[in-house]
């Protein structure tokens, strides 16, 4: 079938974009961007071209820079060239020149996308690209969608090429005297990607004729597999997970029974931040006690008696977190706050290292407050028939700025009733009459 | 880890037989066998050992079943040895030895369970048969139970040792100081898993050291991704299929709006003998005309009107078809049946080949009858106004002995109306009065 067909049926099946929208068309100036911009040249579509300039291979970088620039004149559209810093990113954000790369490409991309300068990011992405980076997600490890490739259109990304060979786009290239430049970089991605191309596929066509087109049905199959198994993943989304403000609470009991629980509890906790090597934890906390957490870089996840709560990282000075009756553990920025009721007979047993907090229970109400210290705060402290300036009491312990920064209190009724992990306040102490004594511990992180 | 104490650790975890439950081992007399056996013997479970002598390797086939007898004697524990014609069982079923060998074994297997003599069928597959298993199908193009390899436990088949790599294995039965034989064959599947071993893996351990890790990785989330795909598949199923006596119904507009399409019919198709490459011509069923068929082994695939229609191959002699209002398709043992109705103005137009049957749609009622016919059936035909039995019309038409079998006659109320592909009755023939014509259409298949 002729590339140009291909290419156009290919759009219509996918549905990747309307003929009128304005396309952004990655352009590398090799053989593979080349080839769409020859493509979408003759398809007419309205597109302009950008060009990533990632500076790592001196005058070659600025050749194909050149090479593209000249590209848009012979097609009259606009070139923008865009020159990056890459290794100073990837050192600065500790990620490897390939990340950097990504990166910065999808960000600068992303910026055209906002600005209404194109409607949909286009990019040289084929076949065998695909099945390559099936086989290297394949062979590093991998679920389900790994084993589906890329797709076609990945929210602004569309890659209208996957259906087509690298060997058809070459053809095509020849026969319409097309130039292109060659990359001499040996980054790992591209040591990789040959070690697949020169040596495992071979290998494997040698043993299993066919092996090539065969992998590339099992993309298509795999696309579809995902599909179903997103739909019974969303089911049960839909079942374990609740939304409260700004907390995801996922019932303990609901979600034990729920199968197969690993990958399930993955498909909860993974907008969040946390990693496959996390579940396992996760799935420990269904049977451990309220108080207990696990952190992602931007969530915690937190047992709280019949719940696991996951909570934003919280980094607001303003934060003001509302505890209900019921409530055995809060998450806050400096740890978590746990909450246990008990007898007063059992009192004298209680652990009261510093972080702990006795109060009668029948003296206070819910909801309680907990937030940062303010200046105009005061409370009577334990020990004390007079008010004191929290500010003061801080002084006077010898808490240094730093520390001041990181004080929190906790409110009742607009009155203060502890100083988070110092001293609680003289009026909700332990008494003769204390039937049941409410237990506070601040676990800092 | 202790390969016992892994051994009955995964057997608990998986649930895969209780401690006092019979065995059937299946032992081959190879390391895999006789490590399963040991292993078992240390458990104290109880079992009996099943050899299958497959007679493919002449005196070392002799070798082996004598190798497992005196296993027997020595674990005291009782050995069947059952001697196949597996090469004549291939060639008369026209499969590969490989397939022979395991049709043989499973169902020899099988008697043990029905006869109660056993509970589970219990085999030595490791973790490198799995990761071998799940190559192969990756390469020769696959779905995700493909990549999930061999299930723990499989009807009455239970696969205890899928945790253990071959090594610990091997170093297991030298320690105990076990005793294996070797099997010499080069058998097709043998070199294919060689492959695999000895190229494709250490291969990829060179570019990706900790791939087969990652591989074992592999196969227990896509086991729990097929988990959730087959949710989802059960879910459509149970929206899309309905069971009606010997037949299942598909709704064609519902099916249309099945997403991922392709998949689905798939997955609904394959219990009756479809395969993949059907699944295209049967997605083209949904926008074709009544009649229209695609057949598997054992059932066709019939659309009729608004449904898809998926029923057995009739052999029964006896078969009686109920042919209800509205039906414009129906499937028979010879063919399929079109039922059309036609304003009597147009029917001149319409094709009246020998399949064809044009009647009075006026003087029809309700449901009609497809059977083959019988001795002592008789009809008016067309032309005669005396009525003729359908024996004497068969030998003056010249059917010969094989074709009358295969002829089947349409019934009214115990009346026939047409002999099927050959003559229609005379009392329901055109006539000036008829307005609307019922067209018939007998299709050889």
């Given at each position: ?359 009668d229970a029948g003296l ?13 705060d005061y409370f009577y ?56 004594v409410l237990r506070l ?5």
């Amino acid at each position: 079938m002729d590339l140009l067909q291909g290419f156009t049926e290919n759009i219509a099946k996918e549905r990747l974009f309307a003929a009128g929208d304005r396309l952004l068309l990655a352009v590398s100036g090799g053989l593979d961007s080349v080839a769409l911009t020859e493509l979408c040249h003759r398809c007419g579509f309205d597109f302009l071209i950008v060009h990533c300039n990632f500076q790592l291979r001196g005058a070659e970088s600025m050749r194909d820079e050149e090479f593209v620039k000249q590209m848009g004149t012979r097609y009259g559209r606009e070139v923008v060239a865009g020159r990056f810093d890459t290794a100073e990113y990837a050192a600065m954000n500790k990620v490897s020149i390939q990340v950097a790369a990504r990166e910065l490409r999808y960000r600068w991309f992303e910026q055209f996308i906002k600005a209404g300068r194109a409607r949909w990011i286009v990019t040289a992405h084929h076949l065998d690209d695909n099945i390559e980076t099936m086989l290297m997600n394949f062979f590093k490890g991998t679920g389900i969608a790994g084993l589906r490739g890329m797709v076609p259109r990945q929210g602004n990304i569309v890659r209208p090429l996957l259906f087509a060979k690298k060997d058809e786009l070459r053809a095509f290239a020849v026969e319409a005297g097309l130039q292109w430049v060659e990359d001499s970089s040996n980054e790992s991605d591209k040591y990789t990607r040959n070690f697949f191309r020169h040596q495992l596929i071979p290998l494997v066509e040698q043993a299993y004729p066919g092996a090539l087109a065969r992998l590339s049905d099992n993309l298509d199959r795999m696309r579809e597999a995902e599909a179903l198994y997103r739909q019974s993943v969303e089911g049960w989304k839909k079942k374990l997970v609740e939304y409260r403000g700004n907390e995801v609470h996922i019932p303990v009991e609901k979600l034990r029974k729920a199968e197969p629980l690993a990958t399930i509890v993955f498909e909860v906790i993974e907008p969040f931040g946390f990693t496959p090597q996390q579940v396992e934890g996760v799935v420990g906390l269904l049977d451990s006690a309220s108080g207990r957490y696990i952190r992602s870089r931007t969530h915690r996840i937190l047992k709280n008696r019949n719940f696991l709560i996951i909570t934003p990282l919280l980094e607001s000075e303003a934060a003001h977190i509302l505890i209900e009756e019921g409530r055995e553990a809060v998450d806050y920025p400096e740890g978590v706050l746990q909450l246990q009721r008990v007898p007063a007979a059992n009192a004298g047993v209680l652990d009261q290292g510093p972080g702990v907090a006795l109060l009668d229970a029948g003296l206070i109400t819910f909801p309680l407050l907990l937030r940062r210290w303010r200046p105009g705060d005061y409370f009577y402290p334990l020990g004390l028939r007079k008010k004191k300036k929290v500010a003061r009491f801080l002084i006077d312990n010898k808490v240094s700025l730093a520390a001041k920064e990181k004080v929190w209190v906790l409110e009742m009724d607009k009155k203060i009733i502890w100083i988070v992990g110092m001293r609680i306040d003289d009026r909700w102490k332990l008494g003769p009459r204390t039937q049941t004594v409410l237990r506070l511990t601040a676990m800092r992180q």
